[in-house]
């Protein structure tokens, strides 16, 4: 299905625009040579001015003069401004919204709930502000008390990617925030409307409370960018989300001036289907994790490996429901794929079909590229399923593209070896009813991935748990649980109040 008109150049232009402003933006304060390109139509929707590398220091500088008075702010004030940041992101969830789908061409439904996903890490930052909990230990020594305290880091360089535009930032920065912690931002180069707007948002709550603009800066630019954050003493952490490619580019940087990194890198994320499994169930997860977002989430389903008892009746109902998905303008209400970012997805999108196919596989549904004619620097293609013989190269890889390989297993074990096979260790999932497999399949000799499901698919993590993945995923960890200790340094503290000096380990040294 594909619905048919897009929208126009103009409207484009029209509805960014009005969504910039309304989040705070002064586009004419921003407006320079740089053109930026919206997936939906291919044409231009901004010129904004990018940020010099050699610039960056100056920020990373201003970020730490300003580090000096908001470590000492309290957390939960640090907190309060942070839930302020949640009511703006609130009042403009819809402006937001419309720049996410512009830029990065997500359908409404889920750019809205990238946005959502903001105002829940939010609400996690506000109550984490009072819950910066250290430990005490007990002390081998009398007289003595032995405790640990979480302190602020300093600055925090974040990289994201095109893909999740504006959540991304949001997880590491209302984390830094509380933490005490500086953000400087290097976007996307195709999101740079979504990066100033949410950054307004931030900088007006951030002004309301009286508090350093330095808070928070964006440095639009290319990759250079990114390289020079990567490179500054200044930078703390980085927290770089994007390829694996681009994470072994920076982390040795990062590495080699013995600074943090937090990498949050490529996904290769498989759905076991086991003989017991709910198929409506399956069916309904696997497409939404494999065809929702173009397949252009780092979670993106693009493996199955299903039971050979099942294997035939599922593909089949996937190849059903494939054909009905709508394919077009992502703000049209009932689009469930958008366009791919640009001529170089689609190209790759080809070029691992024509590989898997070339490798044995058998394209069942899907691989056109539709509205070529309305719109010729789009590029929208029908979501492919195809089925592989075996787990190949090209498996191997990441396509960030709606590609789908279904694979054939007879053992659970089998199964498993398949799900850990490939370099990526992000998001994997099974579908199950048989309760000691599920459970065979979370355990230390189950999957081998940041993120382990069973009955759902494996993008749409909540914000609560930690967020990221093992190998080649960079093993990082965003958003939920305890990843805020990456955001904060810890000193240990012995306290003698005894009057006398006992060394530990019982060693004597007697002056
Ligand atoms: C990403 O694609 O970089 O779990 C992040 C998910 C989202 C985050 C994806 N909450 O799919």
Redesign the pocket.
């Known amino acids: 299905r594909i619905p048919p008109s897009l929208p126009t150049e103009e409207e484009l232009r029209g509805r960014v625009e009005a969504a910039a402003r309304a989040c705070g933006v002064d586009l004419e304060g921003h407006a320079g040579p740089r053109e930026g390109r919206s997936p939906v139509t291919g044409t231009v929707v901004s010129s904004l001015a990018w940020t010099a590398a050699d610039e960056v220091p100056r920020a990373v500088e201003r970020a730490r003069e300003a580090f000096l008075d908001w470590r000492v702010v309290p957390a939960p004030v640090r907190g309060a401004l942070v839930k302020r940041w949640a009511e703006l992101l609130t009042e403009h969830k819809e402006d937001l919204a419309t720049l996410v789908t512009v830029e990065a061409g997500k359908v409404t439904s889920e750019a809205l709930g990238e946005v959502q996903?903001m105002i829940d890490v939010c609400d996690f930052a506000v109550g984490l502000s009072r819950q910066l909990y250290g430990r005490t230990m007990p002390s081998e020594r009398p007289g003595h008390r032995l405790s640990e305290t979480w302190h602020p880091l300093g600055v925090v360089g974040v990289v994201s990617?095109f893909?999740?535009p504006v959540?991304?930032w949001s997880w590491n920065t209302a984390v830094a925030l509380v933490c005490g912690d500086l953000v400087v931002w290097k976007p996307s180069e195709r999101t740079p409307l979504c990066a100033l707007a949410a950054d307004a948002l931030l900088g007006r709550a951030v002004r309301e409370a009286g508090h350093p603009e330095a808070l928070s800066q964006v440095l639009l630019g290319g990759p250079e960018v990114g390289e020079a954050l990567a490179a500054d003493r200044g930078v703390a952490l980085l927290s770089a989300?994007g390829s694996t490619r681009m994470g072994r580019s920076v982390g040795p940087v990062v590495a080699g001036r013995l600074g943090r990194s937090l990498l949050?890198l490529g996904g290769n994320n498989a759905a076991v289907v086991a003989p017991s499994a709910d198929l409506d169930l399956a069916v309904r997860g696997i497409v939404f994790a494999a065809a929702g977002t173009a397949g252009q989430?780092?979670?993106t389903m693009r493996r199955v490996i299903a039971h050979r008892d099942v294997v035939d009746e599922l593909t089949e109902r996937l190849v059903a429901a494939y054909r009905s998905l709508s394919v077009g303008d992502p703000s049209r209400e009932g689009t469930l794929v958008g366009p791919l970012l640009d001529a170089r997805s689609a190209e790759a999108f080809r070029v691992a079909v024509d590989r898997a196919v070339a490798d044995g596989g058998e394209l069942l549904v899907g691989s056109e590229r539709v509205l070529e004619e309305e719109a010729p620097e789009a590029f929208y293609v029908r979501p492919a399923v195809v089925r592989m013989p075996a787990q190949t190269e090209v498996v191997h890889t990441e396509t960030f593209a709606p590609l789908l390989y279904v694979m054939t297993y007879d053992t659970l074990e089998e199964a498993v070896a398949m799900n850990n096979a490939v370099p990526q260790g992000l998001s994997s999932s099974i579908f199950t009813r048989d309760q000691a497999e599920a459970e065979l399949f979370c355990s230390a000799e189950g999957s081998d991935c940041g993120i382990v499901n069973v009955n759902i698919g494996t993008?749409?993590?909540e914000i609560g748990g930690a967020?990221g993945g093992e190998k080649d995923t960079g093993g990082g960890r965003e958003s939920g649980s305890d990843a805020w200790k990456a955001y904060m340094r810890r000193s240990t503290t012995t306290v003698n109040y005894s009057g006398e000096l006992p060394l530990a380990q019982g060693v004597t040294f007697e002056v």
Do not use: L, M
């Open positions: 996903e990617a893909n999740f959540a991304v989300t949050e989430r780092c979670t993008s749409g993590a967020f």
